[in-house]
Nanobody, 121 residues
Framework: QVQLVESGGGLVQPGGSLRLSCAAS????????MGWYRQAPGKQRELVAT???????HYTDSVKGRFAISRDNAKNTVYLQMNSLQPWDTAVYYC???????????????WGQGTQVTVSS
């Protein structure tokens, strides 16, 4: 059974930094794209950043130059380094992993449990 375990959220002052981690485990054959989404109160969940298996990255415009996504394939882990955090970055952050549990067949999307990031003075 695939599990995604997130860590690293918390309370930080404006201008501060946090690093989120998401580790995947359990019957994984291969991991494809990994990413981070966030959902602020009263808003829809939105894409923050993605990274492919070959390391190509994509960021939503509001985080470009401040956030950096990376992955450690040996650890099946994706990271999100968040710098220059601002109050509007406050949200629950979810990791999202596209992976195969078998050599044949389509991949599936899995979600982490979410971790709260609060930016406030």
């Amino acid at each position: 059974q695939v599990q995604l375990v997130e860590s690293g959220g918390g309370l930080v002052q404006p201008g501060g930094s946090l690093r989120l981690s998401c580790a995947a485990s359990g019957g994984i054959f291969i991991i494809n794209t990994m990413g981070w989404y966030r959902q602020a109160p009263g808003k829809q969940r939105e894409l923050v950043a993605t990274i492919t298996s070959t390391g190509n990255t994509h960021y939503t415009d509001s985080v470009k130059g401040r956030f950096a996504i990376s992955r450690d394939n040996a650890k099946n882990t994706v990271y999100l380094q968040m710098n220059s955090l601002q109050p509007w970055d406050t949200a629950v952050y979810y990791c999202n992993v596209d992976l195969n549990t078998r050599i044949w067949g389509p991949s599936q999307i899995y979600w982490g449990q979410g971790t709260q990031v609060t930016v406030s003075s």
